[in-house]
């Protein structure tokens, strides 16, 4: 019996001895990291972005294609909508040299706006220009991001930036010549607000389109609450303004005049709101003696030309040509 059972154990041995000396001899080579890298990049074209991550995480860790590689992964997995994994992939190539680094910050500010979280997406494709200035990737996704929530100002400086570089395409010289139409998208707004719900800044893009369409007290409610999260939120402080001096609320008017803050100063709206908003609110000019109504300070075409001007009581009087007779005579 243990002549059989040292028999059966030797047996074994040399089976699997013989299946190891099988698999060295006919196992397919491993592939060079530079090659394994240009199928993860060919999977990407052809947008197996699953096979593409998975193909570039098989790089070695100690290869110089390596940090390359993660980027990939971060990208693949952003585009399959694995926010949570390119994160992870995105800070461990954070840690290769500065272009790597600027790089991953702009990766993970795309997965931090996938998960939603916006305010976090904004740090990281600032952090991003910190490390590489001239980064047209970090002045494209930063302003395309302050653009849809509304930060239409604070946009298109990112939006000049690409201008400069050469790097801006025919959408984004229309939008950075087309300061005033609003990106509202109802859906993109819930979809921020249902993931940081602390956090009212995505509500500024609708506050706009309300400001824009006479829905006063929904915008001045949104940009009242926008002011008091975030009071450095220029953009917001211009169009609680602008809704302000539509408004009858003259008061209300002149105590945002008096709140406002050094940074808002800054905004090149701010002035045309503020002079505007006092000379119609405080100065509260009598009815004109022609319509029987008050006029805006602000010269405007749409009024008819026999308005008088800049809310005068006195109407325009026109001059009256004399005859070629008259004259004459």
């Given at each position: 019996m243990p002549r059989r059972r040292n028999r059966l154990l030797g047996l074994c041995l040399a089976a699997a001895a013989l299946g190891l000396a099988l698999y060295v001899l006919v196992r397919p080579p491993r592939l060079p990291d530079d090659q394994r890298l240009a199928q993860a990049e060919a999977a990407f074209g052809a947008g197996r972005f699953?096979?593409?991550?998975?193909?570039?995480?098989?790089?070695?860790?100690?290869?110089?294609?390596?940090?390359?590689?993660?980027?990939?992964?971060?990208?693949?997995?952003?585009?399959?909508?694995?926010?949570?994994?390119?994160?992870?992939?995105?800070?461990?190539?954070?840690?290769?040299?500065?272009?790597?680094?600027?790089?991953?910050?702009?990766l993970a500010g795309n997965a931090h706006y996938g998960l939603g979280r916006s305010r976090e997406a904004e740090k990281s494709y600032r952090r991003a220009l910190a490390l590489d200035p001239?980064?047209?990737?970090?002045?494209?996704?930063?302003?395309?991001?302050?653009?849809?929530?509304?930060?239409?100002?604070?946009?298109?400086?990112?939006?000049?930036?690409?201008?400069?570089?050469?790097?801006?395409?025919?959408?984004?010289?229309?939008?950075?010549?087309?300061?005033?139409?609003?990106?509202?998208?109802?859906?993109?707004?819930?979809?921020?607000?249902?993931?940081?719900?602390?956090?009212?800044?995505?509500?500024?893009?609708?506050?706009?389109?309300?400001?824009?369409?006479?829905?006063?007290?929904?915008?001045?409610?949104?940009?009242?609450?926008?002011?008091?999260?975030?009071?450095?939120?220029?953009?917001?402080?211009?169009?609680?303004?602008?809704?302000?001096?539509?408004?009858?609320?003259?008061?209300?008017?002149?105590?945002?005049?008096?709140?406002?803050?050094?940074?808002?100063?800054?905004?090149p709206l701010i002035w045309l709101v503020a002079a505007c908003g006092r000379r119609t609110k405080a100065s509260r000019p009598k009815p004109c003696a022609v319509f029987g109504k008050p006029f805006c300070a602000i010269p405007t075409t749409t009024l008819p030309r026999t308005t008088c001007r800049y809310c005068s009581t006195r109407p325009a009087r026109k001059r009256r040509r004399r005859s070629f007779t008259t004259r004459r005579g």
């Open positions: 699953d096979v593409a991550e998975q193909t570039a995480l098989l790089v070695s860790r100690d290869a110089k294609e390596r940090f390359a590689a993660l980027l990939l992964a971060a990208n693949a997995a952003t585009r399959a909508e694995r926010y949570e994994d390119a994160l992870r992939h995105a800070e461990e190539a954070a840690e290769g040299p500065a272009e790597v680094a600027a790089e991953a910050a702009v001239g980064l047209a990737a970090a002045h494209r996704q930063l302003g395309g991001m302050l653009g849809r929530l509304g930060r239409r100002v604070e946009a298109s400086e990112h939006l000049f930036a690409l201008l400069k570089e050469r790097e801006i395409t025919v959408e984004e010289l229309i939008l950075l010549g087309q300061p005033w139409p609003d990106v509202n998208s109802p859906e993109e707004v819930a979809r921020l607000l249902a993931a940081v719900p602390e956090d009212p800044r995505p509500l500024l893009g609708a506050a706009r389109s309300d400001v824009r369409n006479n829905r006063l007290a929904n915008a001045e409610e949104a940009l009242r609450r926008l002011v008091a999260v975030d009071p450095q939120l220029t953009e917001a402080q211009v169009w609680l303004g602008w809704a302000l001096m539509l408004g009858d609320d003259a008061e209300a008017f002149l105590r945002w005049n008096g709140q406002l803050t050094s940074a808002a100063e800054e905004h």
